[in-house]
């Protein structure tokens, strides 16, 4: 265990966010907002679950663009979450605290990189997202990132404890991502889609 484990609060039980210093600056207010994933990450229990469920809604408008700016999009969010989950860890008062759900944002953004490769964001994205082939492949997606980011199996779990700050906040979530989305593209070979 290293120092950094010690702050994280018990994921099994309920915990209440900690809230924002009343002396925060305007930026640390967006910074702090952006970190709890517009809110998302504010339930009491299972916050990475309800982290990733937002950074899911959020990604289907975004899917619609391409796989392209879907891509740039992702690599943003990967390259500034260092700075929103250090920046809104520093604010709380403690390392990697499960409000903090930008990380799994961009870890669901990830593992959602091949099905926006495969071309679903054409002239018909909202007919083509809405059949049931889409709605499975999205679920499949979403359970096999909570799996990877969930038990953490190596290289994940090493990233968790080992690598601090920002980039060990999203460092985990960014491998999980990365795992699930390689799974994800297996199942979706295996299955008769």
């Known amino acids: 265990m290293t120092d950094h484990d010690l702050s994280k609060p018990d994921i099994r039980k309920a915990n209440d966010c900690p809230p924002?210093?009343?002396?925060?600056?305007?930026?640390?207010?967006?910074?702090?907002?952006?970190?709890?994933?517009?809110?998302?990450?504010?339930?009491?229990?299972?916050?990475g679950t309800w982290g990733t469920v937002g950074g899911l809604i959020v990604a289907i408008p975004l899917l619609s663009l391409g796989f392209v700016p879907f891509l740039i999009i992702t690599i943003l969010s990967c390259l500034v979450g260092n700075e929103i989950c250090g920046r809104t860890s520093n604010l709380m008062g403690g390392h990697d605290n499960p409000h903090i759900v930008w990380?799994?944002?961009?870890?669901?953004w990830i593992t959602l990189?091949?099905?926006?490769?495969?071309g679903i964001a054409d002239s018909n994205f909202w007919q083509n997202i809405s059949q049931p082939s889409s709605v499975i492949g999205i679920l499949i997606a979403f359970v096999l990132f909570r799996f990877f980011d969930i038990i953490k199996p190596p290289p994940i779990?090493?990233?968790?404890?080992?690598?601090?700050?920002?980039?060990?906040?999203?460092l985990d979530d960014i491998i999980a991502g990365i795992m699930a989305a390689a799974v994800w593209v297996l199942v979706m070979l295996i299955l008769p889609f």
């Open 20 to 47: 924002l210093p009343e002396n925060a600056t305007s930026i640390d207010r967006m910074v702090y907002w952006l970190g709890l994933g517009l809110g998302s990450g504010l339930p009491r229990r299972a916050p």
């Open 103 to 108: 990380d799994e944002w961009a870890g669901i």
């Open 113 to 118: 990189l091949p099905l926006s490769y495969m």
């Open 157 to 170: 779990g090493w990233a968790d404890k080992k690598v601090a700050g920002g980039l060990g906040i999203m």
